[in-house]
């Protein structure tokens, strides 16, 4: 292992305001629009405040980025008791679904995993919802769900917990850069060997209002609702939630697995403001600093670099001096000017997330070649001399074209720490092709029935959709969807073929749940060595010589590899597929877990009662 090697990016997910995924936020960015809103009523009520107006009162803001649902949630793939989950905090059960979205991306099934060198780094900063149940009267007495469910601690830990991962697991608290210090992090340990592959991203939740009113104490949230980021009228930022997740590995690997790669970091630096006219005061000196850093640590030079996803923090001392830091980096530049922006534009400042959020754009952008406009920009900031200074803010998209793009992301938190890292597209004519032709198998499956009917119903409209590649569709359904208790699959040769079994799947009774099978004989021909052969690969407890047949249809003999193991996944087996399946070998687009969430929120656990005499 090189000290030095860059990462790739193999996987990506995210759920932002107004975004369910990476490629709603890609809509999103071009379409120059918003995902920030007024705040819904439930959203009021969700936080204590009655419809009556007059309870509002003295509110310093009546916008937000605000996720919808945030009190649901699908325990059933997590194996999480119906007990259990009203007592953890939502930013747990947010990385939880969204680190399963990022694992299924990245060509993985969550579900079989036990045991994976994977490591989780996740930045998080809010105690909301442990602030909400003491406020209630929840404690941990009695209760001994209470103290994991609501630590931070827990963050990162339930996700190691919860899939089996036994990697390093962190959560990290730097405030406003927790989620690109957590990516820096992951980074560190893929390159020293403490992990093989590593979930890395930040979470936070909006479930009090006592944060709005300390923030508007330090006058740094916008009275207009918008975050104008380098704006003459910037007046500070719009508060968010969400939750943003990457699955890295070192590039060598991930270009000998044939992994799809959506880009790459080359290089990254964190450092300290250290004293400075203020704790959480931004400091010129230590910004421009640490992009020196992550640039040299990169390989690179400023020259090479085509645009900055910036903090952008919309504050009049903020937007100033972190472009003069940058200039203090890029004030050489007389060729090219560089593009800069920020994400909080578009969908508001994500606090302990806002890093992640702001490198996932930047992915988007080298992966696709674009730069978004700007939202919420009119007139530059007249505090910045912008004829003195080699950048521009985007006011209408463009393309970028190849063949290298890189870009600098810039993530300062109010702690101090700084973080900056470097995202470059990846070389995408390296993947390996699949072979075509044959019969493909598909294999589903999910924690419900009701996931399950609409996997499949994501599985038939993917296969509807122009240009739908059967071989790696198929693929990708082995790859990421298998695992859990129910389950459908079948055989096709065509698309035709697999959209007609869809059909009748959708047509015909949900099935029950399979419980995981210790032995399971099939009955095929002693003569067929090379299918006993591959059995006994993808499953290790796979017999030779008994007769019970484990098929839907107990007279039906498996004559191929793929009807074999198709009735090994419908009798419970848990499966080791990569005999019969390459990596992800430049990867399909599939939709992510239909996960089929329901309400838990503290309000349906009694308070403790006080103790008596």
């Known amino acids: 292992m090189r000290p030095d090697e860059p990462i790739a990016v193999i996987g990506l997910a995210c759920r932002f305001p107004g975004v369910d995924g990476p490629e709603e936020l890609n809509r999103l960015l071009r379409s120059g629009q918003t995902g920030i809103r007024d705040i819904p009523p439930d959203r009021w009520a969700l936080w204590g405040l009655s419809e009556d107006l007059s309870s509002r009162e003295g509110f310093p803001v009546m916008r937000a980025g605000t996720l919808d649902d945030i009190a649901f949630f699908d325990r059933r793939p997590f194996r999480i008791s119906a007990n259990e989950a009203p007592l953890i905090d939502p930013q747990q059960r947010l990385a939880l679904e969204t680190s399963w979205h990022a694992l299924e991306d990245a060509g993985f099934s969550p579900a079989c995993l036990e045991d994976a060198p994977i490591g989780v780094f996740m930045g998080a900063g809010s105690s909301d919802y442990a602030l909400r149940m003491a406020q209630a009267g929840i404690s941990g007495a009695g209760n001994p769900h209470c103290a994991n469910g609501a630590q931070n601690a827990a963050i990162s830990g339930r996700i190691s917990y919860c899939l089996g991962l036994t990697g390093p697991s962190l959560t990290i608290d730097t405030a406003c850069s927790s989620g690109a210090a957590a990516v820096a992090l992951a980074g560190d340990n893929l390159r020293l060997g403490h992990c093989d592959v590593a979930l890395a991203g930040g979470v936070n939740a909006l479930l009090s209002v006592e944060p709005f009113r300390a923030l508007s104490g330090m006058s740094v949230l916008s009275a207009k609702g918008e975050t104008r980021s380098f704006d003459a009228t910037a007046s500070g930022f719009v508060r968010s939630e969400g939750c943003g997740v990457l699955v890295l590995k070192r590039l060598s690997c991930a270009l000998a697995a044939g992994d799809r790669i959506h880009a790459v970091l080359p290089g990254w630096a964190m450092g300290q403001d250290g004293r400075s006219n203020g704790l959480s005061a931004p400091s010129r000196r230590a910004q421009a600093r640490v992009i020196l850093q992550a640039v040299e640590a990169a390989g690179l030079t400023p020259t090479d670099i085509g645009a900055i996803e910036a903090h952008g923090s919309a504050t009049v001392l903020g937007d100033t001096i972190e472009i003069s830091a940058l200039a203090d980096v890029f004030g050489d530049r007389v060729d090219t000017k560089v593009v800069v922006g920020s994400v909080k534009a578009t969908l508001g400042h994500l606090e302990a997330a806002a890093g992640v959020a702001g490198l996932i754009k930047a992915i988007l952008m080298v992966r696709d070649g674009f730069m978004p406009r700007q939202p919420c920009f009119a007139t530059p900031s007249p505090r910045i001399n912008w004829d003195e200074v080699p950048f521009e803010i985007v006011r209408d998209q463009r393309v970028w074209p190849g063949p290298r793009r890189v870009m600098g992301v810039n993530s300062f938190g109010m702690s101090g720490l700084n973080a900056h890292i470097l995202v470059s597209n990846a070389d995408m004519s390296l993947h390996r092709a699949l072979p075509a032709g044959g019969r493909h198998l598909f294999l589903l499956s999910a924690a419900s029935p009701d996931s399950l009917r609409t996997r499949i119903s994501q599985l038939l409209e993917t296969l509807r959709a122009p240009g739908a590649d059967l071989g790696k569709i198929a693929l990708a359904t082995r790859r990421r969807w298998v695992g859990l208790s129910y389950r459908s699959g079948f055989v096709a040769a065509s698309l035709e073929e697999a959209q007609e079994a869809l059909t009748r799947s959708l047509a015909s009774p949900s099935p029950g749940p399979?419980?995981?099978?210790?032995?399971?004989?099939?009955?095929?021909?002693?003569?067929?060595?090379?299918?006993?052969?591959?059995?006994?690969?993808?499953?290790?407890?796979?017999?030779?010589?008994?007769?019970?047949?484990?098929?839907?249809?107990?007279?039906?003999?498996?004559?191929?590899?793929?009807?074999?193991?198709l009735a090994l996944h419908l009798a419970g087996a848990t499966l080791c597929l990569d005999a019969i399946s390459p990596s992800a070998a430049g990867g399909a687009d599939l939709p992510g877990y239909p996960f089929d969430r329901q309400r838990h929120w503290f309000d349906a656990v009694r308070p403790a009662r006080a103790p008596r005499g």
Do not use: C, F, K
């Open 514 to 565: 399979v419980a995981p099978a210790a032995e399971i004989a099939l009955n095929i021909p002693s003569d067929r060595a090379d299918l006993h052969r591959v059995l006994q690969q993808v499953w290790p407890r796979y017999a030779l010589g008994l007769s019970q047949a484990a098929v839907p249809d107990p007279g039906t003999r498996p004559e191929t590899m793929e009807d074999a193991v």
